[in-house]
């Protein structure tokens, strides 16, 4: 997301994050909650271009999110949760879709927050990349978490029977989240990008490292240091050992893909640009 839509995101996000802080373990029921707005949005256009309609008043739309939201089981959604739609709502998106993905977003910020107010995000975070690790060789239950023409409930039971009771809930429910919700995205990559945003909320990149050998400490140390002088931030490795690779690695940085061959001049000519 780009522009307004951006803008939107990061009010929204700076605006929710005393609450997240305040609410702790709860935190996870918000989020829920907010993949529940974003669930009904997905299966109403209508509903979902009002929200976002330039036309309409911000006054307008808040109305029209009390409306929704106050319909709920147990006497609605969380006045929290109401408070933070209502102002999105009110907000300047340059598509529908900017919005609902906002609200996505802000979810998923509620769950991990809520592993991080019990100090198991750096847990979580690891869990899922494990998980995508672990299903590398498994390419039928990958189609099968990817597929959805296959019943939600289906995938749901796949992930319960891989992770019950070996991983964090947090984990667990991010996961089936993932297979259950696809909104148009493979499984694996929707776990990568939930690691992507545990890893920025612990103020870290995340380098996708492939290597063809195993490395060893003193090799993932010294790549650690390189990157976080070359990005001035610090970076969470995860490695990955692929015979397939001849001869140096293949590092990616969100959008940049590294050579290890380049990493060391990356370094030095960042450094000469701070400087």
Do not use: C, H
């Not at 271009?49 to 808040?62: E, H």
């Not at 147990?74 to 998106?93: H, I, K, N, P, Q």
């Amino acid at each position: 997301m780009r522009g307004t839509s951006g803008a939107s995101l990061a009010a929204a996000q700076e605006r929710f994050e005393p609450v997240l802080r305040s609410a702790g373990a709860d935190a996870q029921a918000l989020g829920e909650q907010l993949f529940a707005v974003v669930s009904a949005l997905d299966e109403s256009g209508p509903l979902r271009r009002s929200l976002a309609d330039p036309s309409r008043t911000g006054d307008d739309k808040a109305a029209l999110v009390a409306r929704v939201l106050s319909g709920g089981t147990a006497g609605g959604f969380d006045e929290r949760v109401v408070d933070l739609v209502t102002g999105l709502a009110r907000s300047r998106w340059s598509s529908d879709a900017d919005l609902v993905d906002s609200l996505e977003r802000l979810g998923l910020d509620a769950v991990l927050a809520s592993a991080e107010s019990r100090g198991v995000l750096e847990t979580v975070e690891d869990e899922l990349f494990r998980l995508t690790r672990a299903l590398v060789g498994q390419r039928e239950a990958r189609q099968v978490l990817s597929d959805p023409s296959t019943s939600p409930e289906r995938r749901a039971a796949l992930v319960d029977a891989l992770l019950a009771g070996k991983v964090d809930g947090v984990t667990q429910a991010l996961a089936r989240r993932a297979t259950t919700t696809l909104r148009g995205r493979r499984f694996v990559a929707t776990l990568l990008w939930f690691g992507e945003v545990a890893a920025e909320r612990r103020k870290r990149l995340v380098a996708s490292v492939v290597s063809g050998t195993v490395l060893t400490q003193a090799q993932q140390s010294r790549l650690s240091a390189l990157l976080e002088s070359a990005y001035g931030r610090a970076v969470q490795l995860n490695v990955t050992v692929d015979p397939t690779v001849i001869g140096g690695l293949r590092i990616q940085v969100g959008a940049d893909v590294v050579d290890s061959t380049v990493l060391s001049r990356l370094a030095d000519a960042r450094r000469r640009l701070a400087g």
